[in-house]
């Protein structure tokens, strides 16, 4: 079931890798007529991220093909104007968190039908490693043992 916000509906998904959660919004467009988000217009095929286009946030073909893999995936590239808050972690966790809530976005949207195709893919699946927390009197790190005494 679509979510409304101003007469505007949107499937919404939730992203998370390592650190960082990406909070992804797909809105249903008309071609002819972009949406309003946040002030800004939105047509179809856009990504927009914290209110900046994806393109000027992650640079590099690389990382196109990382967080477009889900939307080829499924053909829906041009269908839907993504919005999407992303904090935390660093570039790659971010990335990979807006995959995962795009994934998770267009499953809520088609009513399970992408499931197969994006389970097969790993897309779905959250990514669990995450960093080790830092144990007491080890000096600092989670894993590094204090120097023992020479003599």
Same mark, same amino acid.
């Given at each position: 079931?679509? #979510?409304?916000?101003?007469?505007?509906?949107?499937?919404?998904?939730?992203?998370?890798?390592?650190?960082? /959660?990406?909070?992804?919004?797909?809105?249903?467009?008309?071609?002819?007529?972009?949406?309003? /988000?946040?002030?800004?217009?939105?047509?179809?095929?856009?990504? /927009?991220?914290?209110?900046?286009?994806?393109?000027?946030?992650?640079?590099?073909?690389?990382?196109?093909?990382?967080?477009?893999?889900?939307?080829?995936?499924?053909?829906?590239?041009?269908?839907?104007?993504?919005?999407?808050? /992303?904090?935390?972690?660093?570039?790659?966790?971010?990335?990979?968190?807006?995959?995962?809530?795009?994934?998770?976005?267009?499953?809520?949207?088609?009513?399970?039908?992408?499931?197969?195709?994006?389970?097969?893919?790993?897309?779905?699946?959250?990514?669990?490693?995450?960093?080790?927390?830092?144990?007491?009197?080890?000096?600092?790190?989670?894993?590094?043992?204090?120097?023992?005494? #020479?003599?």
């Amino acid at each position: 079931m679509p #979510k409304k916000t101003k007469d505007v509906q949107y499937y919404q998904g939730v992203g998370r890798r390592k650190e960082a /959660v990406a909070q992804v919004r797909l809105y249903i467009v008309a071609k002819s007529k972009p949406v309003d /988000v946040d002030g800004k217009k939105i047509n179809a095929g856009d990504i /927009v991220v914290n209110g900046k286009a994806i393109n000027e946030v992650f640079t590099g073909e690389v990382a196109a093909k990382m967080y477009t893999a889900p939307l080829v995936l499924t053909s829906n590239l041009e269908r839907f104007a993504i919005s999407i808050l /992303v904090n935390g972690g660093g570039m790659k966790g971010q990335i990979e968190a807006i995959r995962h809530g795009i994934s998770r976005a267009l499953v809520v949207a088609d009513n399970e039908e992408y499931r197969p195709t994006l389970k097969a893919k790993n897309l779905l699946t959250r990514d669990s490693r995450t960093r080790e927390r830092r144990k007491v009197g080890t000096g600092g790190k989670a894993r590094r043992q204090k120097q023992s005494p #020479k003599r």
